[in-house]
């Protein structure tokens, strides 16, 4: 049994299903560190799922396609600023507001485009590759876990390492840090609150697009309705449980996806499906309720 | 300061209704744009639900479920806290209704009430959890209960697959429920049943509960304003566990009533989306129980104007959906007619001085 689980397919897998909950849960860090609520990542996620592949068909091309999600991600999460921001909307119910229509829009889009209800995978729209890192792939074992991912993966590990540097290395990442934390005192030293919530935005949007292309350009070569399927939810906890810094982020997305990629290994064992399609989410509660407990413990001591 | 209360009344009923007009007149634009037949699909849309007696019945019937969650809604909001386990409660209660039924073999009236007692007893389980997590480990309820709501979901399916699926079925459906387990239809040729009674029962009790005695007024305090409710005696953390003990338990009542009045076995693959369907209710409503069935009426009728114009016509039922965030963002936008209720506020504290003067 322990076989069957720890192949080196269950590592390559385990990487595979983190990549769309690593991008998400990255956008949730900066919308956090923007001061921004995040629970509208579901929906721009599922808009930019489909508009990947759109993309791609119309251009013909699979860069432009996810360049056209990560653009069509910050406009949502800019209108969602607006609306919370300058309209003054309740954060989390303007967050359900957009889940919501994402979920209509995507449907009433793809019917117009394609006629169906369901996906598009008539379309036949061109997807991102997946690559072998020469040398890397040379190497037993390791070669089969991480060699032979999607551009996508080895980007959203690379933007894990720069987001690192942004937020705590340069000015732009301090000013963030200090609109989200503390408002006023950035209003006190001449920072503008808005400039920086907006590029907190526009960046968070981008990340939601790229998980949402990822989804739908490499996970899968199509947009079908529904598909994000709470992950912008486990983005939230992700980041919550890696305590809002970019590595803590990625362990948190990395342990999620060893949780979703177990559940997968032990269908293979004739367990209960469903049961077994639980455990991601009982994990991500009792960890973000220990996580908690010890923080609220930390403050008082 | 009553004159005081009424201007701000009116200022949020006002924002509502410009709301819901804004919201409709922006999906016109969006069906004269993309439909070929637009005036027919508008028409459709707009008195299709009023055509005939059978529709009509189907407003009511889809109006039943969303009264149960725009309460659920209330209840839960009312503590301050945002428990989104009311999906994964409905469905949940389902369930647990399910079971009840199927399990026993009761004299009818009997089995009915207590596989709502299950129901009801299953929801209240659901919401109980981040409500609990939140008051002892301070663990955030949204991000909770949006993934409890999952964990209801795929331990709801395994539970009907495992013990009650009925292997005649192509899906997973369970066994038919006993004919005594089905809510009596109250007229023909509608499938309007004693759940809407129920549901209009629960809207008057949850009005009792939340204007007429000490918990509710307690729990809109704490909801309100947390830290002085804790300093004017309130035990704060009792209050919200049992109000989001409630909310469930309505929730669950809510789904094991959709069950039993217009299904005859367990058929959800999926959750039902009624609870988020409840956010809208209860903003409409004003967090009001006694508006709940109204905002419900409303949400109804607009389902079943989109199924009718979504069968007859080229744009699909879907376009619910983008009303209904237009919707919860314009009414939620305390910025619109704010100057309005500025200006209110200030003609009301001039007059005062006048009389006072």
């Given at each position: 049994m322990i076989n069957v689980i720890f192949s080196t397919d269950f590592f390559f897998t385990t990487i595979r299903v983190m990549t769309p909950i690593l991008f998400a849960a990255l956008a949730c860090m900066i919308f956090t560190k923007g001061g921004?609520?995040?629970?509208g990542t579901e929906g721009i996620m599922l808009t930019c799922a489909l508009a990947a592949p759109l993309g791609s068909y119309i251009t013909k091309s699979a860069i432009l396609g996810v360049i056209i999600a990560m653009i069509i991600g910050a406009l949502l999460s800019c209108l969602f600023g607006y609306v919370t921001i300058?309209?003054?909307?309740?954060p989390v119910l303007a967050g359900i507001a957009l889940n919501t229509l994402a979920s209509g829009l995507t449907i009433f889009v793809i019917y117009y485009a394609t006629?169906?209800?369901?996906?598009?995978?008539?379309?036949n729209s061109p997807t991102v590759a997946n690559v072998q890192i020469p040398l890397l792939k040379e190497i037993p074992i390791l070669g089969d876990i991480?060699?032979?991912?999607s551009v996508l993966t080895y980007l959203g590990i690379l933007i894990t390492i720069l987001l690192a540097f942004l937020i705590y290395k340069t000015p732009t990442g301090l000013r963030i840090r200090s609109v989200g934390e503390n408002p006023e005192a950035a209003k006190s030293v001449g920072i503008s609150i808005l400039k920086y919530k907006y590029i907190s935005l526009i960046l968070a949007g981008a990340l939601c697009g790229l998980g949402g292309a990822y989804m739908s350009m490499?996970?899968?070569s199509f947009f079908s309705k529904e598909?994000?399927?709470g992950r912008g939810f486990i983005g939230m906890a992700a980041e919550s449980m890696g305590r809002g810094t970019p590595w803590g982020v990625m362990l948190s997305a990395l342990l999620f996806g060893a949780a979703d990629s177990l559940a997968i290994r032990l269908q293979l064992l004739q367990l209960p499906a469903q049961l077994i399609q639980t455990i991601p989410y009982v994990i991500t509660i009792v960890a973000i309720a220990i996580y908690s407990y010890s923080r609220s413990k930390q403050k008082k001591g | 300061m009553i004159v005081k209360k009424n201007a701000l009344n009116i200022v949020e009923i006002l924002r509502t209704m410009v709301a819901i007009f804004c919201s409709l007149l922006m999906v016109f634009a969006i069906i004269l744009l993309v439909s070929e037949q637009p005036l027919s699909a508008l028409r459709d849309f707009l008195i299709g639900p009023l055509t005939s007696v059978r529709r009509m019945g189907n407003v009511i019937e889809a109006m039943t479920p969303l009264i149960f969650t725009g309460l659920s809604v209330t209840m839960l909001y009312r503590?301050?806290?945002?428990?989104?386990?009311m999906e994964g409660a409905f469905f949940i209660g389902a369930v647990a209704a399910t079971a009840g039924a199927l399990l026993f073999d009761l004299p009818p009236v009997i089995n009915l009430i207590t596989a709502m007692v299950f129901a009801m007893v299953a929801g209240g389980i659901v919401t109980l959890i981040p409500a609990i997590l939140k008051v002892k480990?301070?663990?955030n309820e949204l991000v909770t209960s949006l993934m409890l709501n999952y964990v209801c979901l795929y331990l709801g399916l395994y539970i009907i697959t495992t013990f009650?699926?009925?292997?005649?079925?192509?899906?997973?459906y369970s066994y038919m429920f006993a004919d005594s387990m089905v809510l009596p239809k109250?007229?023909?040729?509608?499938?309007?049943?004693t759940g809407t009674i129920i549901a209009f029962v629960t809207v008057i009790i949850v009005w009792l509960i939340l204007n007429k005695t000490s918990f509710g007024y307690k729990v809109t305090l704490v909801g309100k304003n947390d830290t002085m409710a804790k300093y004017s005696g309130i035990a704060a953390g009792s209050m919200i566990i049992g109000s989001q003990i409630l909310g469930g338990v309505i929730a669950g009542l809510g789904g094991s009533v959709e069950l039993f009045g217009m299904y005859q076995r367990f058929q959800y693959q999926?959750?039902?989306g009624y609870g988020w369907d409840g956010v809208l209710i209860a903003i409409v409503a004003r967090y009001q129980a006694k508006y709940v069935p109204l905002a419900a009426l409303f949400l109804a009728y607009l389902r079943i104007g989109a199924d009718i114009m979504s069968r007859n016509t080229d744009?699909?039922?879907?376009?619910v959906k983008i009303i209904q965030a237009i919707m919860i963002v314009l009414i939620s936008a305390?910025?619109?007619?704010s100057k309005y209720r500025q200006k209110l506020v200030v003609e009301e504290a001039k007059e005062l001085e006048k009389i006072r003067g």
């Open positions: 921004i609520d995040s629970i300058s309209l003054k909307s309740e006629g169906e209800k369901g996906s598009t995978q008539s379309l991480f060699s032979g991912h490499s996970y899968v598909m994000i399927a | 503590a301050g806290l945002f428990n989104l386990a480990c301070h663990a009650f699926y009925d292997p005649q079925m192509n899906s997973n109250l007229f023909s040729k509608t499938r309007i049943n999926g959750l039902p744009i699909p039922f879907e376009i305390q910025a619109i007619l």
